[in-house]
């Protein structure tokens, strides 16, 4: 056993005793236990259950790009100080000021991959199971939590004829329709990367200050929402169908988290902030602290508070005097 697979061992055992754990539920119902459905049924239970344990590093995630953002101004006076000075006293003492630029925000440039960088190893160890499944079949062997008996119902696992095994790239297993994994696979590529490319783009276009926008981190993000989709795609055809399923499912995870947070705890400033402030203000209702945020954003709360006033002054309408009786 190689240095990777000493590595993957762990997580290979636990995807596949969560894939497992969800296929004995399923079929305990009444589902068949060779179906692919019911395997399919597993892989998303499997992406629920990883998903779920991410939100806490989810919302660090969250308050990190907040205070990355919150940093720009900063972070471009920083840049405009040292701008021209490429000497080491300067790139080390500039380089110092923005760790401790970092620490005072509680942020780093990094946190926003952190959920990503977690979800890669349960990722290369389901890739692993699903790839090594054609192999331990043949010779009779389990992988990781799955039996040789449950690996064999896998290998024989299908949806619209398309084995969860195969791969649009290294052909399709005995049995299998060869149509059928070029349609599934071409239409789940291109719901896997469309997915992302719009959850990338949402966030750029709803939660984003216009300070964090003209920043040169922003132009990197910008290179990044083109070029991360394209190297799934590409990757993509290589991924067997389970891999394909298991990742689009993510995916659309990602897709709805964000489009609750952009609605319900936007950016300082961003056009979801003010979205979010001109809803409540309709309301009648104030404006409230941003998530992640040190700092408020006092045009947004300023905007919603005259909002609420005016909301308020148009709805005190004069009453009326009691007439005497006679």
């Given at each position: 056993?190689?240095?990777?697979?000493?590595?993957?061992?762990?997580?290979?055992?636990?995807?596949?005793i969560i894939m497992v754990g969800f296929h004995e539920g399923l079929t305990a119902i009444g589902m068949p236990a060779a179906s692919g459905w019911t395997w399919t049924l597993s892989i998303i239970g499997l992406v629920l259950v990883i998903r779920a344990a991410l939100i806490p590093v989810f919302v660090k995630q969250i308050k990190a790009q907040r205070g990355m953002q919150l940093l720009q101004p900063d972070l471009k006076k920083?840049?405009?100080?040292?701008?021209?000075?490429t000497d080491q006293l300067s790139r080390q003492a500039m380089a110092q000021e923005q760790m401790a630029m970092y620490k005072k925000h509680g942020t780093n440039p990094f946190s926003a991959c952190l959920p990503m960088l977690i979800q890669m190893p349960f990722f290369f160890a389901l890739f692993q199971v699903l790839s090594g499944v054609s192999n331990a079949s043949a010779s009779g062997q389990g992988i990781g939590a799955m039996s040789a008996n449950q690996v064999q119902q896998f290998d024989k696992s299908s949806i619209f004829g398309a084995p969860l095994s195969a791969t649009l790239l290294h052909g399709t297993p005995p049995g299998g329709n060869v149509v059928a994994v070029w349609i599934l696979s071409i239409i789940m590529i291109l719901a896997m990367t469309?997915?992302?490319?719009?959850?990338?783009?949402?966030?750029?276009?709803?939660?984003?200050?216009?300070?964090?926008?003209?920043?040169?981190?922003?132009?990197?993000?910008?290179?990044?929402?083109?070029?991360?989709?394209?190297?799934?795609?590409?990757?993509?055809i290589n991924f067997p169908i389970g891999v394909l399923i298991y990742w689009t499912t993510t995916?659309?995870?990602?897709?709805?988290?964000q489009f609750f947070v952009i609605r319900r705890m936007p950016t300082p400033g961003s056009p979801a902030a003010k979205a979010l402030a001109e809803r409540r203000a309709a309301k009648g209702l104030p404006?409230?602290?941003?998530?992640?945020?040190?700092?408020?954003?006092?045009?947004?709360?300023?905007?919603?508070?005259?909002?609420?006033?005016?909301?308020?002054?148009?709805?005190i309408q004069p009453q009326r005097k009691n007439r005497k009786k006679k």
């Amino acid at each position: 056993m190689d240095f990777f697979e000493t590595i993957m061992f762990p997580f290979k055992w636990l995807v596949s005793i969560i894939m497992v754990g969800f296929h004995e539920g399923l079929t305990a119902i009444g589902m068949p236990a060779a179906s692919g459905w019911t395997w399919t049924l597993s892989i998303i239970g499997l992406v629920l259950v990883i998903r779920a344990a991410l939100i806490p590093v989810f919302v660090k995630q969250i308050k990190a790009q907040r205070g990355m953002q919150l940093l720009q101004p900063d972070l471009k006076k920083l840049q405009d100080k040292y701008k021209g000075k490429t000497d080491q006293l300067s790139r080390q003492a500039m380089a110092q000021e923005q760790m401790a630029m970092y620490k005072k925000h509680g942020t780093n440039p990094f946190s926003a991959c952190l959920p990503m960088l977690i979800q890669m190893p349960f990722f290369f160890a389901l890739f692993q199971v699903l790839s090594g499944v054609s192999n331990a079949s043949a010779s009779g062997q389990g992988i990781g939590a799955m039996s040789a008996n449950q690996v064999q119902q896998f290998d024989k696992s299908s949806i619209f004829g398309a084995p969860l095994s195969a791969t649009l790239l290294h052909g399709t297993p005995p049995g299998g329709n060869v149509v059928a994994v070029w349609i599934l696979s071409i239409i789940m590529i291109l719901a896997m990367t469309a997915s992302q490319f719009i959850t990338q783009k949402q966030i750029m276009a709803k939660n984003m200050s216009e300070e964090a926008m003209a920043s040169p981190f922003m132009r990197q993000q910008k290179m990044m929402l083109y070029i991360l989709p394209i190297v799934f795609g590409v990757g993509g055809i290589n991924f067997p169908i389970g891999v394909l399923i298991y990742w689009t499912t993510t995916n659309l995870w990602t897709m709805g988290q964000q489009f609750f947070v952009i609605r319900r705890m936007p950016t300082p400033g961003s056009p979801a902030a003010k979205a979010l402030a001109e809803r409540r203000a309709a309301k009648g209702l104030p404006a409230l602290p941003i998530l992640g945020g040190k700092k408020a954003d006092a045009e947004a709360e300023a905007a919603a508070a005259a909002a609420v006033a005016q909301a308020r002054t148009q709805r005190i309408q004069p009453q009326r005097k009691n007439r005497k009786k006679k």
